[in-house]
């Protein structure tokens, strides 16, 4: 009969517990059933994931290693353990919709120790953490976080391939994906987050880590058979400054000291049926800790004319173009002409150690934006604002600067980690905001800090300056992938485009690999609450058309709809700001067609303005066409795309 009762419960309730001589073994499901975390624990604590019966995690084990001896999750006693659900809406205020459901399943396994770990399901994923209640500081020496796979699986992995300083763990976070079946990862290679595998029946494993706090970042290295394994930089014991970095020359033995009362971050595995749900994926709001920030309406995403990736090219003006007051002057009138709402003062406006040693008069360039409705940014390494954040940020802020984007950071430490949260605050104290450059996936922290306005870890246009291959086809690749982790500073929207054979690197006048059309539609695509406009002035003035769509595509939306895609294939996604809808379609080097199904539009008609690649785009990849039509909801779109090309549109009802 107690076996009877047993199964009952097992079928009507997503939680369940089986004890045994083995063990104690636990279950939880999905909202929607399909998916099934398996929980073991007696000498180690192992963990399973299922999808409709299918294996995504083998039983993989996790540990974390003290430096008293002490190994939470070995030998283990359960002392208690915690079913819950929720289900909520999140308000989301800057971000690619403006409300976020949170519906999960939730076990909270405590064990004796004063540990325990917490187990979510999802219906689009899981997650896992641990959690400490130990009086005092601890300090980790290590931990261990296994992702069994079942088969030789092909994966997605940006591989640390720009060691600096001669460290491991000091990297610019910047990699195209090397695609490979998991018994080919060599053995002393590292990977960054988010790294996605394909697990075979259309579905996909995307892991990642969420609300990352004064804790180092999780790498991915191989394992044994077909398995990956967390690796964690060490705490830094001595640094040094060298040029723009400021580096790591020695380590301890231990990745954290902290807190012994605290949560650590999530370990997450995001689980895809069809590609496209990937590219709309909520996992980093939902996980991260909420906003520490009680009034962010001073907060104010926005477009951005950028200087450096174009190197101050202007011409056609009566004095010589540089990093001086008229240049900046010149990309004020610019911005507010175009109803841009800020510039930026990259590199070169001050010591680059030393803030206080400005070579510009920045305050006369301030000035002057106000007048025209311009607020400026001002560029920093992380070596110098941390040399005296909270006096530097209120100097700048006094005179009206809105916000830093803070570079060269290259490192996810401990230290690096703690480090980019105290900034936010500091930054946020004095109403300004914050563009992280140079830096890791940012795991869920725009959501506890807003003011972080976005974070780069990608390999973006700038990379076009020295010459890549495949920007294409990495370009439909980070939707499904790093764009999972929270937005990225990509820096869209070059206009020297270049067809595969024509593209050669530049540096004073850089090209972009692909068309036109394919420009313009990443300004729908990727997620960037502060969106650069990438080229100089000069040649977006010349090109108008181009200009005017790429200035009225908003970088905050209330609804966004992943269309179709293939992951290093092509995307298609359509976002809504108030009424009008924004869509963009991009493909790697394949010439493609696709078909896009309008019906996220609206009630009523809409005038359609499209941008699309011209006739003789694979000749010449600034070739476009622009076409205004009627649609409505019902209508079906035909795109056909040029090698490298892409496809933008806005839909304002009538």
Same mark, same amino acid.
């Given at each position: 009969?107690?076996?009877?009762?047993?199964?009952?419960?097992?079928?009507?309730?997503?939680?369940?517990?089986?004890?045994?001589?083995?063990?104690?073994?636990?279950?939880?499901?999905?909202?929607?059933?399909?998916?099934?975390?398996?929980?073991?624990?007696?000498?180690?604590?192992?963990?399973?994931?299922?999808?409709?019966?299918?294996?995504?995690?083998?039983?993989?084990?996790?540990?974390?290693?003290?430096?008293?001896?002490?190994?939470?999750?070995?030998?283990?006693?359960?002392?208690?353990?915690?079913?819950?659900?929720?289900?909520?809406?999140?308000?989301?205020?800057?971000?690619?919709?403006?409300?976020?459901?949170?519906?999960?399943?939730?076990?909270?396994?405590?064990?004796?120790?004063?540990?325990?770990?917490?187990?979510?399901?999802?219906?689009?994923?899981?997650?896992?953490?641990?959690?400490?209640?130990?009086?005092?500081?601890?300090?980790?020496?290590?931990?261990?976080?296994?992702?069994?796979? $079942?088969? #030789?699986?092909? =994966? !997605? *992995? %940006?591989?640390?391939? &720009?060691?600096?300083?001669?460290? /491991?763990?000091?990297?610019?976070?910047?990699?195209?994906?090397?695609?490979?079946?998991?018994?080919?990862? $060599?053995? #002393?290679?590292? =990977? !960054? *987050? %988010?790294?996605?595998? &394909?697990?075979?029946?259309?579905? /996909?494993?995307?892991?990642?880590?969420?609300?990352?706090?004064?804790?180092?970042?999780?790498?991915?290295?191989?394992?044994?058979?077909?398995?990956?394994?967390?690796?964690?930089?060490?705490?830094?014991?001595?640094?040094?400054?060298?040029?723009?970095?400021?580096?790591?020359?020695?380590?301890?033995?231990?990745?954290?000291?902290?807190?012994?009362?605290?949560?650590?971050?999530?370990?997450?595995?995001?689980?895809?049926?069809?590609?496209?749900?990937?590219?709309?994926?909520?996992?980093?709001?939902?996980?991260?800790?909420?906003?520490?920030?009680?009034?962010?309406?001073?907060?104010?995403?926005?477009?951005?004319?950028?200087?450096?990736?174009?190197?101050?090219?202007?011409?056609?003006?009566?004095?010589?173009?540089?990093?001086?007051?008229?240049?900046?002057?010149?990309?004020?009138?610019?911005?507010?002409?175009?109803?841009?709402?800020?510039?930026?003062?990259?590199?070169?406006?001050?010591?680059?150690?030393?803030?206080?040693?400005?070579?510009?008069?920045?305050?006369?360039?301030?000035?002057?934006?106000?007048?025209?409705?311009?607020?400026?940014?001002?560029?920093?390494?992380?070596?110098?604002?941390?040399?005296?954040?909270?006096?530097?940020?209120?100097?700048?802020?006094?005179?009206?600067?809105?916000?830093?984007?803070?570079?060269?950071?290259?490192?996810?430490?401990?230290?690096?980690?703690?480090?980019?949260?105290?900034?936010?605050?500091?930054?946020?104290?004095?109403?300004?905001?914050?563009?992280?450059?140079?830096?890791?996936?940012?795991?869920?922290?725009?959501?506890?800090?807003?003011?972080?306005?976005?974070?780069?870890?990608?390999?973006?246009?700038?990379?076009?300056?020295?010459?890549?291959?495949?920007?294409?086809?990495?370009?439909?690749?980070?939707?499904?992938?790093?764009?999972?982790?929270?937005?990225?500073?990509?820096?869209?929207?070059?206009?020297?485009?270049?067809?595969?054979?024509?593209?050669?690197?530049?540096?004073?006048?850089?090209?972009?690999?692909?068309?036109?059309?394919?420009?313009?539609?990443?300004?729908?695509?990727?997620?960037?609450?502060?969106?650069?406009?990438?080229?100089?002035?000069?040649?977006?003035?010349?090109?108008?058309?181009?200009?005017?769509?790429?200035?009225?595509?908003?970088?905050?939306?209330?609804?966004?709809?992943?269309?179709?895609?293939?992951?290093?294939?092509?995307?298609?996604?359509?976002?809504?700001?108030?009424?009008?809808?924004?869509?963009?379609?991009?493909?790697?080097?394949?010439?493609?067609?696709?078909?896009?199904?309008?019906?996220?539009?609206?009630?009523?008609?809409?005038?359609?303005?499209?941008?699309?690649?011209?006739?003789?785009?694979?000749?010449?990849?600034?070739?476009?066409?622009?076409?205004?039509?009627?649609?409505?909801?019902?209508?079906?779109?035909?795109?056909?795309?040029?090698?490298?090309?892409?496809?933008?549109?806005?839909?304002?009802?009538?």
């Amino acid at each position: 009969m107690k076996f009877r009762i047993l199964l009952l419960l097992c079928i009507i309730s997503p939680f369940s517990f089986v004890s045994a001589q083995t063990g104690k073994t636990y279950q939880v499901k999905s909202p929607d059933g399909k998916i099934n975390i398996t929980i073991t624990s007696k000498e180690t604590i192992n963990w399973m994931v299922q999808h409709d019966g299918t294996d995504i995690i083998t039983s993989s084990a996790i540990s974390m290693m003290l430096d008293n001896g002490e190994l939470l999750g070995q030998n283990v006693s359960v002392k208690k353990v915690v079913a819950a659900s929720a289900d909520v809406v999140i308000n989301t205020p800057i971000y690619k919709k403006d409300k976020v459901r949170d519906n999960y399943n939730q076990l909270t396994i405590i064990f004796k120790g004063d540990y325990g770990v917490i187990f979510r399901a999802y219906n689009d994923g899981v997650a896992y953490r641990w959690f400490t209640q130990k009086k005092g500081e601890i300090t980790v020496l290590n931990e261990e976080a296994n992702f069994n796979f $079942k088969d #030789d699986d092909k =994966a !997605f *992995l %940006p591989f640390v391939n &720009d060691y600096r300083n001669k460290d /491991k763990f000091n990297t610019s976070f910047e990699s195209h994906y090397d695609v490979l079946n998991l018994s080919k990862i $060599k053995k #002393d290679t590292l =990977a !960054f *987050l %988010p790294v996605l595998v &394909d697990v075979g029946q259309a579905l /996909k494993a995307v892991i990642l880590e969420a609300d990352l706090q004064d804790y180092p970042g999780m790498y991915l290295a191989p394992g044994e058979g077909n398995s990956l394994h967390g690796v964690f930089a060490q705490v830094p014991t001595e640094e040094f400054v060298n040029r723009l970095n400021y580096a790591v020359k020695t380590r301890a033995n231990y990745i954290a000291k902290t807190a012994g009362t605290r949560s650590f971050p999530w370990r997450v595995v995001v689980i895809s049926t069809e590609d496209r749900q990937l590219a709309d994926n909520d996992m980093m709001q939902r996980l991260a800790e909420p906003s520490r920030l009680t009034d962010i309406s001073w907060i104010k995403p926005g477009k951005v004319a950028w200087d450096w990736w174009n190197d101050w090219n202007i011409s056609h003006v009566d004095f010589k173009a540089g990093i001086n007051v008229p240049t900046y002057k010149y990309y004020i009138d610019f911005a507010a002409a175009n109803k841009l709402e800020y510039i930026i003062i990259d590199e070169g406006w001050s010591d680059d150690h030393d803030l206080n040693q400005s070579k510009l008069d920045v305050q006369q360039i301030v000035d002057y934006g106000k007048q025209k409705n311009v607020g400026v940014i001002l560029w920093s390494t992380w070596y110098a604002i941390t040399r005296d954040g909270d006096n530097l940020f209120a100097k700048f802020s006094q005179m009206g600067v809105k916000g830093f984007k803070i570079d060269f950071i290259d490192r996810d430490d401990q230290k690096a980690v703690s480090s980019l949260y105290e900034l936010a605050q500091l930054a946020a104290n004095h109403h300004l905001m914050v563009d992280y450059h140079g830096m890791y996936k940012p795991s869920g922290m725009q959501r506890t800090y807003p003011n972080i306005i976005n974070c780069e870890g990608v390999k973006g246009l700038e990379n076009m300056k020295w010459g890549v291959d495949n920007q294409p086809g990495y370009d439909v690749s980070i939707p499904f992938i790093r764009m999972m982790s929270g937005s990225m500073d990509y820096t869209p929207g070059g206009m020297r485009n270049a067809t595969k054979d024509a593209f050669r690197p530049v540096n004073s006048n850089p090209m972009t690999q692909g068309t036109r059309s394919h420009q313009l539609a990443m300004y729908a695509i990727f997620e960037a609450p502060l969106q650069m406009l990438a080229d100089n002035p000069t040649i977006y003035m010349r090109e108008q058309e181009s200009t005017d769509f790429i200035a009225a595509v908003p970088t905050t939306f209330n609804e966004t709809v992943s269309l179709d895609g293939s992951v290093g294939n092509f995307i298609s996604m359509a976002r809504r700001n108030g009424t009008t809808w924004y869509a963009g379609a991009m493909t790697n080097w394949d010439p493609r067609e696709i078909t896009m199904d309008l019906s996220f539009l609206g009630e009523g008609s809409y005038k359609a303005t499209i941008f699309e690649d011209g006739v003789n785009a694979n000749h010449d990849a600034t070739d476009y066409i622009k076409k205004v039509i009627t649609v409505t909801a019902k209508d079906k779109l035909t795109i056909k795309m040029a090698s490298g090309g892409g496809w933008a549109a806005r839909f304002s009802p009538l």
